[in-house]
């Protein structure tokens, strides 16, 4: 059995692939929202947050011999649970992790290390910061003192958990943009159009993640733009390509 982490929409799209291959597979995805989209065809589905204990269960419990950890770019957590998992368990551990954008020359793109660097480096750039870094990451914004007299919109998905943790966190109904991806260029530059943006937030998720049509919209636009880095990890069996994951998973066999 093959256990995918696959909280995305390449990842689902992996566990599928793996499936269509004769594998039998187990998809690993945290809300029901994300189950819903990973029940396919051929694959079997575990809902909710995995610890290492709850993934060393897991494996146990489903023989599982080969973890795919298809989990988003920015998501260290996961991905540091599940190869100290696979370590104690002593079964295949492989990261499938999706290309980066190649990012233009462009003089007003920024670059960050975190979502705590981009904060302050947004608050000496404009007032109207229009953050696209997912749900994760807004309390870092909302807290950062630098940006107090700032106005954030939050771009989020259409969850209700999600538009109430906005809220919570003080986010008014104005300045929430509950919509899913992907976005076309024209659709991005329309929506900062609309909302007076001064500076736009984002994190480099790949191509499937939107990263270049919100940099191709901040360019049409001038306007400055804060990418924020991936986290520096160590990958042990690191895959860029569906194919790649495919042959690892059959030299595995």
Do not use: W
């Amino acid at each position: 059995m093959i256990l995918v982490l696959a909280g995305t929409l390449d990842g689902r799209e992996l566990a599928v692939h793996l499936a269509a291959a004769g594998h039998q597979v187990l998809a690993a995805v945290i809300s029901e929202y994300g189950r819903s989209l990973a029940e396919l065809p051929g694959i079997r589905v575990h809902t909710g947050q995995l610890t290492i204990e709850g993934m060393q269960n897991l494996i146990a419990g489903q023989n599982i011999t080969v973890f795919v950890d298809a989990s988003h770019p920015y998501a260290v957590n996961g991905s540091m649970n599940a190869m100290q998992a696979c370590e104690l368990a002593g079964i295949e551990y492989i990261r499938y992790e999706r290309a980066e954008v190649c990012v233009p020359e462009y003089e007003r793109l920024y670059a960050a290390s975190d979502a705590a660097h981009a904060a302050k480096l947004a608050a000496s750039l404009g007032k109207v910061i229009f953050l696209t870094t997912g749900s994760r990451t807004l309390k870092m914004f909302k807290t950062e003192p630098l940006l107090a007299k700032c106005r954030l919109i939050a771009r989020v998905l259409p969850q209700p958990d999600v538009v109430q943790e906005c809220v919570d966190l003080g986010f008014s109904p104005g300045d929430i943009v509950a919509i899913k991806g992907p976005f076309s260029q024209q659709l991005n530059a329309a929506l900062f159009k609309e909302y007076d943006t001064e500076v736009i937030i984002t994190k480099n998720s790949g191509t499937i993640g939107g990263a270049d049509t919100k940099i191709a919209a901040a360019i049409e636009l001038n306007l400055p733009i804060i990418v924020i880095g991936r986290p520096d990890i160590n990958y042990r069996n690191l895959c860029q390509t569906q194919e790649q994951v495919m042959n690892m998973v059959k030299n595995m066999e």
